[in-house]
């Protein structure tokens, strides 16, 4: 294999395009995102080898089927364009799997030609007729952002193209989470139907990507954001929207407040205390309902669990390495438990990331739009006691020496990845125990003498 070398950034040493990146492409978040949607169909419109590995890393994360459609370039393609795959490869989907959506994703080479993906897609609408499946477009080129991009925005533009306004629903939330697991869905539809209020969360790929075994194959796994619901958006009371570093102008929840009036409260991820009383303080505000007693309850558990582990973990030093707002989450998680996060890393390039670490962990150094390579040397010049991220950073882990508890995604070395729940008082006490427990069990292989009592 060739390298290339790069020009010399003003803030790096001379390196080879062959890293390790600490991020995923931009179709792959979209793909996950319109993958939430109930009947529908990813579409990635460039070659087949996009489509195959973005199959690849999610079925090996989620461990189930996943069928992401592709137009297929061809280098003729390349050269005069793609319109004519891209109607072939909508008319071959609707045949094959009878969809209710197709999300239509653009990769590097279809952005990098020029292709007018819009009045490709609007073409094939008027040559198809009336009664077929909603098309939403999204532009997702892999040259700029991250996976994190690519999912806000196939999230706004599934609002912007579907989504209808009407008479206000007053007991009607939308909810737009951010790249958590099925199992986090879950927590996050239970909480917040147990306000009493009817949840309108998207994308919803629970089911879908964590669903039970199959008598015979389903071409379109059950489950996903019904397309009623989508439409229904614009009547809700509020939408909750949990991210920190996106734009609020390309956001789904931006779209809804900008097009409809829909008030937009925007959150982090629920992880920790701070964080999950914020998301249960809106939803008592919205529904004028307090805390359920089982939250509540949960909530003084984890109070205890926080004073039982407090002497295991205070002042031990964290790297903490991921999506951007799984990382800001963590670290505020970390800070708050006693943890000392030293190292906060992603390769997702916000402009937000280093204000918002400095929120929640001052004295904490931040990387942002780096790869492993990067991360590896700055952990060089500082001790950690245990990393949190994903399982791209296994090698990293090994060669210092550390537990990594894995969290986020992908996660491709231990199985159960769709059900690792970050979110919520339930999800931050098994976060809690699983942090405290890694310290713990490398605190007592690296003793020579061993003990079995803490």
């Known amino acids: 294999m060739t390298h290339t070398t790069l020009p010399v950034h003003p803030s790096r040493q001379a390196f080879t395009a062959a890293r390790n990146a600490c991020k995923m492409c931009t179709p792959l978040g979209a793909c996950l995102a319109f993958t939430g949607i109930e009947g529908a169909v990813p579409l990635l419109h460039g070659s087949q080898g996009c489509s195959t590995y973005i199959r ?56 990098t030609i020029g292709d007018n993906v819009s009045a490709i897609v609007g073409e094939f609408r008027k040559g198809a007729g009336d009664g077929g499946p909603a098309i939403v477009h999204a532009s997702t080129p892999s040259y700029y952002g991250s996976h994190f991009d690519g999912y806000i925005a196939a999230v706004r533009a599934i609002v912007e193209q579907l989504a209808q306004g009407g008479e206000g ?10 790249m958590v697991s099925p199992a986090d ?9 147990d306000f009493g ?14 669903g039970s075994a199959w008598a015979e194959y389903q071409k379109i796994p059950a489950g996903g954001t019904p397309m ?34 829909v008030r937009r409260i925007g959150l982090g991820l629920p992880i920790g205390i701070d964080a999950t009383d914020a998301l249960c303080t809106a939803l008592q505000e919205v529904s004028g309902r307090p805390l359920p007693r089982r939250h509540a309850d949960e909530r003084g558990r984890l109070v205890d669990a926080y004073v039982d582990g407090h002497k295991y973990i205070a002042e031990k030093r964290v790297l903490i390495f991921g999506e951007e707002d799984m990382v800001i989450s963590l670290a505020g998680f970390a800070a708050e438990i006693g943890l000392k996060p030293v190292l906060c890393a992603s390769g997702g390039h916000s402009g937000r990331f280093a204000a918002e670490i400095a929120r929640v962990a001052p004295d904490c150094r931040t990387l942002d739009d780096v790869d492993f390579e990067d991360i590896a040397d700055a952990s060089g010049e500082i001790d950690v006691d245990v990393i949190l991220g994903n399982s791209k950073g296994y090698k990293l882990a090994k060669s210092l020496k550390r537990p990594l508890v894995r969290v986020g995604m992908p996660i491709h070395d231990r199985l159960g990845a769709a059900r690792i729940l970050h979110v919520g008082y339930r999800g931050t006490q098994q976060l809690f125990d699983r942090i405290a427990n890694a310290i713990l069990e490398h605190s007592q292989d690296s003793n020579e003498i061993g003990y079995s009592y803490l």
């Open 185 to 193: 869905l879950r927590y996050i539809r239970e909480l917040v139907e």
């Open 56 to 111: 690849r890393y999610l079925i090996s994360h989620f461990r189930e089927p996943m069928d992401i459609a592709s137009s297929n370039f061809s280098e003729q393609s390349a050269i005069f364009g793609g319109a004519d795959n891209l109607k072939t490869a909508l008319t071959n989907v609707i045949r094959s799997y009878s969809p209710t959506c197709v999300g239509v994703c653009t990769t590097c080479l279809s952005e």
């Open 228 to 261: 009623a619901d989508i439409r229904r958006m614009g009547r809700a009371a509020a939408t909750l929207e949990m991210t920190t570093v996106a734009d609020f102008a390309k956001t789904g929840g931006g779209a809804l407040s900008a097009r409809f009036g």
């Open 197 to 210: 209020l009817k949840c309108n969360l998207l994308p919803d790929y629970a089911e879908r990507l964590d």
């Open 169 to 178: 629903e007053a007991d009607l939330v939308n909810v737009i989470p951010g």
